[in-house]
Every structure is written in structure tokens, then in C-alpha cells.
């Protein structure tokens, strides 16, 4: 019957093989777009070995990888990649621009951005040149026209300009080792929509992006939705003219900023902003100003802070300010985090949703003198908390408890263990009730 359709249709291109290599692959009767949606309603664990049984089904599996990692640069330089590849939506670049020997699976080298297989002959910024870079970018965007996510290391204005033009839809944008000469090249990406820069990464390389960078940026991407910045320098200017310009911008993460004291007052410029994470900063500003100079974020809803110091009052109580609208706040694992430290968030009225963990300084007197200015709190979750102790609830707070929504109570997980592992002691300190 398939032959038959085949030898019906004035529009088929597929070439009818002879009998014998029919009886030998009845495979070889289907067309390529009736085995490629036979290999889509497979699982992917079975894809890779569905590449094993012919050169056809390793081309007709390629057509299926939509995100790939690479991890060498002349795969991507020889034209493979895209030959291989050619539906592409999502590549990780990253790992594939460092200048790593060919015998380099011995050793891993880790970072939160970034992860290498090295040897002990590897020195930190050995990175790929330029030039090289650019050249597997414009390879890689001349291939695979339909990419949404790429991420990249150690590129120019050029070879990013090239991306963008090449791939109208490119919607997400990662650079690392980037500068302020590069982000000319991404005004060239008008759909982006999601941008992620790093400029300087401590282990892997250093260089600058600064408020020339931040002004060319907000300039070229007034579309851009979340926003991304991973050690970068800057000052109010810089993140003042990301909030004017930027003015669909409803996400912003700071990562380990060295940004110029009194930078916090542009952050109130970014009119329709969220969502602000602050993570693994040092300090969060050193000489804010001025309460009064300070402003608001008036569409701010969800705060968050992780893994930084929090022993400056001033900084902190300046990013409160700041956020004092917003309906949700977390903290992890933040340094610093007293009863006096926590007792500055009292200027957020709002809020709705509070969780906390890993903060062993802070007590159950001061998460209480908080939380009961708190008049539309509904969700509390207190983790990893070691200060904070059952023994130490008061009436007040326990009537408290009683009214919210979400109570997810754990401040002792001394004695927590996996549930996978078999152990049945691990109930110590955990309470969760939830109002249905």
C-alpha cells in the first residue's frame, strides 16, 4: 500500500529502491517526514540508538536535536555541526571556547557559569581568540537560521552582529567574557528578550563591562524582558538609563556586582521591574544616599536575595526601601542576616509570601517582631534556621501561625535526612500545614 501510495503521487521525490533492498530495509519505503514523526512519538532514550542503524537514521536524527552543548570548536568550524544539526533552536557555545587539550577528561573545573574538562597544563583565560570565535558564529547562524538560545564566550561586536541579523529569531542571549565594545553587536538582536552578561569571572578571565556598555545596551535592546549581570562594574548613570530606555524590563538579577556606591537609587528608574534577585554579592551598596533620593519601585512584587552579605545595614535597608512594595521576599543563605538586619524589611507593608533559610543568626524574637507588621501575610516557610527554635514561640506568634494560608515550619534540620534513604528519624523539626 505505501508503495503504491508512492507510485501514485506525482509530487513524491522519494527515489523507489529495487526490490531486493526493499525485502532487505522496508524502512526504505517511508519518506523522511513520515520517520521523523514515527522517531518524535519514541522516547528520547531510545533517539541515540535509533542513529546506529543507518547513515539515513543518523541524518534523520539529527533533524530532531533541537538544544546541543559543544564542547569542540572545530566541530562547529568545519561546517558539521550545521550539517549535522541543522534544526538547532538551542547551543551552548561556552564550554567549546575555552582552548582545552584534546586529552583534557581528567581534571573538571567548575564554576556556577561555567564547566570544564582540563588538564594540568591548563592556565586561567585560556580562551579561543576572537577572531576564531567569530568565525564559528557566523558558521553556526548561516546554518541554523531558526536559533532562539545561544551562549557564547570571548565573541566581538562582529561575530555577534552577525548572529543577529542572521537569526531574526534570536529571543535569548548569554556572553561571557564580555566588554563594552561587544554590546554594540547586540543591538543587531532585535527580538532579544532575555540577556545574560558576564563580565568578569574570578578562575576564568577578566574584563570590564562598565556604564558605557549599560548605556549602549539600553539603547539597541529597548525590549528586553530579563536582564542578567554577572560581574559587571557600573554606577547609578549605567542602571538609571537600562530603566528608561528598557521600559518593557520586568526582571532583573544582580550577581556578584562591583558596581560604584549609590548604583541601588537607579534601580527605582525601572518602572515596570517585578522581579530583582541580588545573589552571591559582597555588599549589596556601600553609600546609598539618601532615603529621600532613593525612590521606589512601584510594580515590584518579588525579592530576592541569595548567598550575600548582609552585615551592612545602610545598603540593606536602602534595598528594602527600594522594594518596598514587593509581595514576596526570600532569603537564602545570607550572611549577616540579624534580628536588627531583618527588622529593616518593616518598611514593606505588602507582604504576602516570606521565606527564609539558612540564616543561623537571626532568632525567633526577631522573625516575630517582622512578621507581625505583616497584616496580608498568608506564607511563611522558615528552613535551616538554627537560632530560631520551638521553645521560643510565643502565644502571639503561634496565634499568628494559626491564620495564615501556608506554614512550612523546619528551623531544626540537624536530623533531616533524604526520604530515599531508608532512614525513619527524620522528623525532628519539620511541621507543614497548609489551609485548603
Known amino acids: 500500500m505505501v508503495l503504491a501510495m508512492h507510485l501514485s503521487d506525482p509530487k513524491s521525490k522519494t527515489l523507489i529502491p529495487n526490490s531486493t533492498l526493499i525485502l532487505m530495509d ?51 568550524l568545519s561546517g558539521r555541526l550545521t550539517h549535522r544539526f541543522p534544526n538547532l533552536n538551542h547551543v551552548d557555545l561556552v564550554p567549546g571556547s575555552f582552548a582545552s587539550p584534546q586529552n583534557s577528561a581528567t581534571i573538571v573545573v567548575s564554576n556556577k557559569q561555567v564547566s570544564l574538562r582540563v588538564n594540568s597544563t591548563w592556565r586561567v583565560g585560556n580562551l579561543l581568540p576572537s577572531e576564531a570565535v567569530d ?68 578562575g576564568f578571565y577578566d574584563s570590564v563591562v562598565s556604564d558605557i556598555g549599560f548605556t549602549i545596551l539600553a539603547q539597541g535592546c529597548r525590549r528586553l524582558v530579563k536582564l542578567e549581570l554577572v560581574g559587571c562594574e557600573g554606577s547609578f548613570d549605567g542602571v538609571k538609563a537600562i530603566g528608561q530606555c528598557c521600559v518593557m524590563l520586568e526582571e532583573l538579577v544582580i550577581v556578584d556586582h562591583r558596581m560604584d556606591d549609590g548604583w541601588l537609587a537607579g534601580v527605582s528608574f525601572c518602572e515596570n521591574l517585578k522581579t ?51 509581595r514576596e521576599i526570600v532569603l537564602q543563605d545570607c550572611w549577616g542576616l540579624d534580628n536588627s538586619t531583618l527588622s529593616l524589611a518593616i518598611v514593606c507593608r505588602r507582604v504576602k509570601l516570606f521565606y527564609v533559610e539558612g540564616c543561623s543568626l537571626l532568632t525567633t524574637e526577631g522573625l516575630e517582631s517582622v512578621i507581625e507588621h505583616w497584616k496580608e501575610l498568608e506564607c511563611l ?3 535551616s534556621c538554627k537560632n530560631i527554635k520551638d521553645s521560643d514561640i510565643s502565644p502571639e506568634l503561634a496565634t499568628l501561625f494559626s491564620t495564615l494560608k501556608e506554614l512550612k515550619w523546619r528551623p531544626d534540620t540537624k536530623y533531616l535526612y533524604p526520604s530515599d534513604m531508608g532512614i525513619g528519624m527524620g522528623k525532628k523539626g519539620g511541621k507543614f500545614f497548609k489551609r485548603t
Open 26 to 76: 522496508r524502512t526504505l519505503l517511508l519518506s523522511d517526514e513520515i520517520l521523523i514523526r514515527i522517531f518524535q512519538k519514541l522516547p528520547d532514550s531510545q533517539r541515540n540508538s535509533n542513529s546506529l542503524v543507518c547513515k539515513r537514521w543518523l541524518n534523520i536524527q539529527g533533524r530532531l536535536v533541537r538544544t546541543l552543548r559543544l564542547l569542540d570548536w572545530n566541530f562547529v
Open 381 to 383: 516557610r522558615v528552613e
Open 135 to 202: 568565525a564559528g558564529l557566523r558558521s553556526l547562524s548561516g546554518g541554523c537560521p531558526n536559533l532562539r538560545k545561544l551562549e557564547v564566550a570571548g565573541a566581538s561586536e562582529e561575530g555577534i552582529s552577525t548572529v543577529g541579523s542572521e537569526c531574526a529569531t534570536l529571543q535569548e542571549l548569554e556572553l561571557q567574557r564580555c566588554d563594552d565594545a561587544v554590546l554594540r553587536g547586540v543591538a543587531a538582536c532585535r527580538n532579544l528578550q532575555i540577556l545574560k552578561l558576564v563580565g568578569s569571572l574570578k
Open 276 to 326: 530583582l534577585r541580588v545573589q552571591s554579592c559582597k555588599v549589596i551598596d556601600g553609600s546609598p544616599g539618601l532615603e529621600e533620593h532613593l525612590g521606589c519601585c512601584e510594580a515590584l512584587e518579588r525579592l530576592h536575595l541569595q548567598k550575600s552579605q548582609l552585615r551592612d545595614k545602610s545598603g540593606v535597608g536602602a534595598l528594602f526601601s527600594v522594594c518596598r512594595n514587593a
